[in-house]
């Protein structure tokens, strides 16, 4: 069976490919960057012995173009599930950024996993397939900081809800994880108050959950923090700085 990860260059997607390869899966992987994801699918392919073809698109262009992961879906055995790790924020990411960036973050945390699902979700369903996105922990409430991505984010993770719903009757799995900090270029030079988890430990827990529905926090105890955020009184929670 064939995989699409979408962001598998770095961090939980780059994992994500390498779990799922090693367990015999074929792929196509998708990001910007041609010469990390041609030599990770070269990796891959001859570490596990599985067919990887890289795929270069920018989620921020629209609309999207599909030729390429069209054209190497025509070589690989069926598709059976789309992973959507892609993911981008902003150091700028403030309410009042400018038009561009806003664009830019609502397109890739987003508007272009929604196009891509939309695109294969056809395909995934006549496969009995799976589709798994990730959201974060700073959808727990509105702050300062990260303003267009919690808000891009929040929209993914309202959107997947509403797949789960209109695919509960179908052979479709349907998951979305809500994710805590990860070690990752994401949160690379970040002054965290928590603790990151290992990619390759969170792309283990979705490997094994793979064929399951449902929401998730990844690491686990992270819930218990995006539920005390949401329950702060207004008036303690807008001193908070973070
Ligand atoms: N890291 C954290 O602490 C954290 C916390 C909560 C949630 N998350 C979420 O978890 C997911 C994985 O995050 P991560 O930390 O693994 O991120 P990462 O290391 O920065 O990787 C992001 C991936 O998305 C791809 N990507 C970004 N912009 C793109 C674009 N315009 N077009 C195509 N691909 C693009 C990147 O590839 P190229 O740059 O090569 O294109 C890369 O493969 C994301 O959805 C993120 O929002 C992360």
Redesign the pocket.
Known sequence: MTYLV?????????ALAERFASAGNELIL????KR??EALSAHLAILHGVKVSPVT????NSPLSYAEIDAALQVHQPLKGVLL?????DNDDVVGLNDDKLTYLTR??YL?PCELLNRYLPLLKDNDGVVIG?????TARGRTQNAA?AAA?SALQAYFESLAHSSAQSGLCCQFYI????N????FAQDLPFP?AA?DRIANVVYKQRFTNGRRFLPRPWYMVYRIVQLLPWFIYKRLSF
């Open positions: 979408v962001g598998a260059s770095s961090g939980l997607g780059r998708v990001s910007r960057d990390d994801t698109i920018d989620l921020a790790p892609a993911g981008a924020n890739v945390n272009a990730f959201g974060s922990v700073a991505y984010k994710l805590g900090y990860l990752t270029n994401l949160a990151m990619p």
